[in-house]
């Protein structure tokens, strides 16, 4: 891999690799050409990328000549539209590995008119083992390149992924625990909870820090679920924003932890002895909360892919706000469960739609109270607030 941000690879790093004659091997890889359309062509790009993906990452460079992976000329590749050729690229890429990989860069340096040396840096995958689509094989590297894995190494590459998603699951479960026995940052007035977590894969390899001390930066996107007026604090974990009244209660709050994992936590307030759930109001605030950390993710580099779990605790009873008309006396029931533990979705894309990857943990919600499916979405899956 070049030793250097993607962003300051320059032509006179690609002379010193010539220069230097620095071998393909783990981390790096030459290409005279751009893949093509067909199937010969895309299979061993695929490969290749995710043989980064799933090793150590790496540099792949298309438009240097090499022979016996040491590189010899810099020639580049004719580009007519650079725009419409990159983008061909991140479409093979998205749609030609499983799992998608949560991040990928593409740099085009100019070696000459029209002709461009195209960079993709490929990061080490914390949720590899990524499989060719096209062919079901997976792929690796050693100091030799790329190399097909055998079943041995399958298997440790597949325990290694439960294993973090394993860890993700049970963090969240502390969490819970600690809400329902109100060991939260902030002392929470009584009632049933509503609780997002966001956590980037990143806060569980070590790959991921906050700066607590930029903590203006960070309140103006951690604002607490349904409220306006707000506080914030450092604490222990990272940094809390918080509602307080008079009594130093609070209604809601969102916690930011030092890895880049998030907690926002609103009470369902009780009104007239029981406690509703208002069906446009908590789509409203889960979204709008996705939509401030994704934008807090772009400020602080926390990569994706990001696990979101939408989690209800206490809420026994709890009846859902639909409006007037739109079903029979009967049809929404209470709920019966005093937890609602919903499935994460999980984000590889910072530029996602948070209406659009919410959609399936808002029906399950619909479900839990009888009906079949949210009805804030219409028949193309757009949010319309029925």
Known sequence: MIPAPIEEVDVDALRAFIANGVREGKTIEYKHAMPG???????????????????AGGDLLLGIDAVDGVPTALPGIEIDNLDQETLRLEQVLRNGLEPRLPHIDIRAISVSDDNYVLVIRVPKSWIAPHRVKRNSKFYARNSAGRYELDVGELRTAFTMSETIAERIRNFRADRIAKIHSRETPVTLIPGGCMVVHVFPLGAFMATTAIDIAAHEAITLHLLPMGDSGWSSRVNLDGLVTFTEDHERL???????????????????????DHMPLLS???????????????????????????????????VQGCRFGVRTGMFRPGDVLPLRENMLILPEVVIDDRDAQPHR??????????NAFGLIRSFNYDDQGNWVEQ
């Open 37 to 55: 359309t067909a199937e010969s062509n895309v299979v061993p790009f695929l490969a290749t990328v995710s043989s980064f993906a799933n090793t």
């Open 280 to 314: 446009i109001a908590y789509e409203q605030d889960v979204m709008s909360f996705l939509r401030r950390y994704l934008s807090l993710t772009a400020e602080f580099d926390i990569e994706p892919p990001y696990y979101v779990f939408l989690s209800f605790v206490g």
């Open 250 to 272: 609070s209604r809601a709050y969102s916690q930011i932890f030092r890895t880049g994992a998030v907690e926002s936590v609103a009470v369902l307030v009780t009104h007239d």
């Open 357 to 366: 990857v919410l959609r399936p943990v808002f029906d399950m919600v619909w």
